[in-house]
Structures are given as structure tokens and as C-alpha cells.
């Protein structure tokens, strides 16, 4: 399974921007992380590969939303009210069971897609 992610760039506060993750292959409970510069990265939000479970972190709660669309085997994640400290290269992954997503046993991680959110 290859996960390519898309979508990233430049966006001032308050802004909006949608990441995309398309997967080749078998249909997986995905995931997105972010990694800022000098920090450790961090789990974003995550949605079971028939979309009935969901779960963002704290810090994205009522403006990140994750969804997929199994047809295309697509992972999106919107992301609204933008603020400085989004700003990271935004990974996303994939595991065949959502247990193991829940475990951050990540079986297939895609290339991060930078997003920049200016003041």
C-alpha cells in the first residue's frame, strides 16, 4: 500500500486549507500526523476505514475535519480557522486494523505535505 498525501501550502490565520491522502491498494484505517519544527510529532485525527469511527486531538477538536471517500480510496482532511501553531508538515497513515491505528502502530506512513499558517 503507497499513501500519497496532498494539499499543503500557505495560508494566513483564519484561513482554511484541505489535506488529501490517496491510497493504493487495500482500504485502511487512516490516520493524519502532524510534526512541527523541533517537535515531536503528534496524532491529528483518525477515521476507521468505514468512516463509523472517528477522533481528533484536543488541539483540533471543532475545526479539523477528517473524512474519506472509500471509492476513491481518498483520506481528507479539512482544516478551518487556521492558527499559527498548525503550522507543520502534516503526515498521513495507515493501518489495517483500528486498533493497531489507536496504538500508533502505523503500518504505512505517506510523505508529509507542509502547511505554513502566517500571522
Known amino acids: 500500500v503507497q499513501l500519497q498525501a496532498s494539499g499543503g501550502g500557505l495560508v494566513q490565520a483564519g484561513g482554511s486549507l484541505r489535506l488529501s491522502c490517496a491510497a493504493s491498494g487495500s482500504i485502511l484505517n487512516m490516520g493524519w500526523f502532524r510534526q512541527a519544527a523541533g517537535k515531536e510529532r503528534e496524532f491529528v485525527a483518525r477515521?476507521?476505514?468505514?468512516?463509523?469511527?472517528?477522533d481528533y486531538a484536543d488541539s483540533v477538536k471543532g475545526r479539523f475535519t477528517i473524512s474519506r471517500d472509500n471509492a476513491k480510496n481518498t483520506v481528507y482532511l479539512q482544516m478551518n480557522s487556521l492558527k499559527p501553531e498548525d503550522t507543520a508538515v502534516y503526515s498521513c497513515a495507515g493501518a489495517r486494523t483500528l486498533r493497531a491505528l489507536r496504538a500508533y502502530e502505523i503500518e504505512y506512513w505517506g510523505q508529509g505535505t507542509l502547511v505554513t499558517v502566517s500571522s
Open positions: 477515521i476507521s476505514w468505514g468512516g463509523g469511527s472517528i
